[in-house]
């Protein structure tokens, strides 16, 4: 099995509601943001467009955080998929940071190690959602097993002609999203 | 000689104090969660780092060190290993130096990490084999204990003289009090031995610190084979550099007049540092060149930082302007080419080194592979000034006291 997401960039308003409730179900007595929604501006007065893009960790089959990670902190779940973090083995290097192309680790002052989005896994364990997911008031994003070929991100993908960010990174993210 | 003295009592006490503003910064952030901690702690909210700049002046610190370190290695085994005679004038002195410049060096990435305490637990019980860092751990770690053997094994008739006074040159010594002829012999040839496997391992060593940042796919400046093949050019300039700027600076400290011998290495050693710099300058012309030619996605934008950007001072004054280009002519006129010329050329290139690392490091992950994310800003903060002047300081006293200890001098 390989969790994954699909987010439809056309249904998605840019509120903001997936980082916050992302905040309230993993670190809300953090300062940071494990996901954040950038806006993306494009073309001159008076022919433009805007649209945001939401962005949490993408669990890439071919993760660069893991790869680099010297002490096997950063790992990837087999069962699952999912781009995890045992924070009893990070040495607090950074390293995972710098080496991911999509700015997705983020590095806790408090705690001298590096966090991360889990795709919600205690939620996970719950059969239930992402807290992201579950929270988008357009409905903008799904949720599912990418090995799955019958599921409904695999569809959509199909259907949809979903694309990932960067693929030349060689990273194979599990995020996609149908463009606007 | 009073005198003297009390010039001594004001370096080491200039030192001290710089040492104790190194320390207060380093217990701002350390120990870490959930040791006992000082009042004044505050973590390491207390650095500059961003998360588009987490790699601050401490990591661009620890690089400028250790490759230096192996740059001083490399040029002293010209003596010892591979036979040029006249470099083993400062073969003692050099290993010595390759040893604490490289102690300093780890000493800078021990503050920059959140638990360097689970460091050596974790790098031995959990290693990722695919990680550059650990490749680069564990080569350091073998280098230098191949450098300290080598240190011990050449000092050893030295230490094992002062060893029936003290226990402290004895243990150094090995427990001999005294060497005889066949254990000289058999000293040298294993140091010849361990300074062999120093060379290989510093190599080894000092390019991978180059694939930590090369094998990066997401930050183009650094991708590619360039960046381990510079590292090791940038090795033989800042090592030739230090070792000129030592000798230079003992023998004016103390006043000891320079042997000819001395003053032709000292010289030879200032062409070296001539010919590394020209080899750099071709070096980072085309890399600067190639960066921008090919309109190269990300690496083009970080170059533009540096030419004409937030790095353009940086760039301009100190990496081509007082790093390369000054003491490269200092030192290819012969007229200023003197003892006093190499060391001005050796301080100045040292200095445009430690910007070099710093806007490598730095600049290097301002852009993102990855544009809907801002260009990243970072400024080193107090805190991490203080432990990079205080490492600077603990480097000099180290030197200082290994002076003091060994008979560091020409033989």
């Known amino acids: 099995m390989r969790y994954g997401m699909v987010i439809d960039l056309k249904k998605c308003v840019g509120c903001h509601a997936c980082s916050v409730a992302c905040k309230a179900e993993n670190i809300p007595e953090k300062e940071y943001w494990w996901h954040k929604v950038f806006e993306i501006e494009k073309g001159k007065f008076p022919h433009v467009t805007k649209h945001y893009l939401p962005r949490p960790c993408f669990h890439c089959k071919n993760p660069a955080c893991v790869t680099v990670c010297p002490s096997n902190a950063s790992y990837k779940c087999e069962k699952t998929g999912l781009v995890l973090l045992k924070r009893e083995k990070c040495i607090g290097c950074k390293y995972c940071m710098v080496a991911c192309p999509y700015g997705v680790r983020i590095y806790d002052d408090e705690e001298g190690i590096v966090t991360k989005c889990t795709f919600c896994s205690q939620r996970l364990e719950k059969y239930e959602v992402p807290a992201c997911v579950k929270t988008c008031i357009g409905n903008a994003r799904y949720f599912g097993d990418l090995d799955d070929p019958n599921s409904e991100v695999s569809k959509l993908i199909a259907r949809k002609r979903a694309s990932v960010l960067l693929p030349e990174e060689g990273t194979e993210p599990s995020v996609y999203y149908i463009l606007p | ?411």
């Open chain 2, 1 to 411: 000689m009073s005198k003297v003295s009390i010039r001594f009592v004001a370096w080491i006490g200039l030192l001290l104090l710089l040492m104790l503003l190194g320390l207060y910064a380093i217990s701002v952030v350390f120990p870490p969660h959930p040791f006992p901690q000082t009042p004044w702690y505050e973590g390491q909210v207390a650095f500059g780092g961003t998360p588009e700049v987490p790699w601050g002046i401490l990591v661009s610190t620890y690089v400028f060190f250790v490759v230096a370190g192996t740059g001083i290695c490399l040029i002293t085994s010209f003596g010892h290993v591979f036979g040029v005679t006249r470099y083993k004038l400062i073969g003692k002195r050099g290993v010595f130096l390759a040893v604490i410049t490289l102690i300093v060096g780890f000493m800078a990435i021990g503050v920059e990490l959140g638990h360097p305490e689970r460091l050596m637990i974790y790098f031995l019980l959990s290693p990722n084999f695919s990680s550059p860092i650990w490749w680069m751990g564990f080569l350091y770690m073998l280098y230098l204990a191949f450098l300290i053997s080598e240190f011990i094994l050449l000092i050893r008739e030295d230490t094992a003289k002062k060893g029936q006074k003290s226990i402290f040159y004895r243990i150094l010594a090995l427990g001999s009090t005294e060497i005889s002829e066949e254990e000289k012999e058999r000293d040298h040839r294993l140091a010849h031995i361990a300074g062999i496997a120093a060379i290989i391992l510093g190599i080894s060593a000092t390019s991978t610190v180059g694939a930590v940042f090369a094998l990066l796919k997401a930050k183009p400046l650094w991708y590619g084979p360039y960046t381990p093949t510079y590292f090791l050019l940038s090795a033989f300039v800042s090592g030739a550099a230090i070792l000129t700027l030592t000798i230079i600076a003992v023998h004016w400290s103390t006043k000891e007049k320079m042997g000819s011998k001395v003053e032709e290495l000292v010289i030879e050693l200032g062409k070296l540092l001539a010919l590394f710099l020209g080899v750099s300058i071709v070096f980072i012309t085309w890399k600067t060149i190639a960066s921008l030619y090919g309109s190269i996605p990300g690496e083009y934008e970080t170059m533009q930082l540096l030419l004409r950007g937030d790095y353009k001072i940086n760039f301009w004054i100190f990496e081509v302007l007082i790093g390369t280009l000054i003491p490269f002519f200092i030192l290819l006129n012969r007229r200023t080419r003197t003892v006093t010329g190499v060391f001005t050329a050796s301080l100045l290139t040292l200095v445009g080194m430690f910007v070099i690392r710093y806007d490598f490091v730095v600049a290097g992950q301002t852009v993102s592979v990855f544009d809907v994310i801002k260009h990243g800003v970072y400024s080193p903060s107090h805190v991490e000034m203080f432990v990079v002047i205080g490492l600077f300081a603990f480097y000099a006293f180290l030197y200082t006291l290994g002076e003091k200890l060994f008979t560091l001098g020409e033989e």
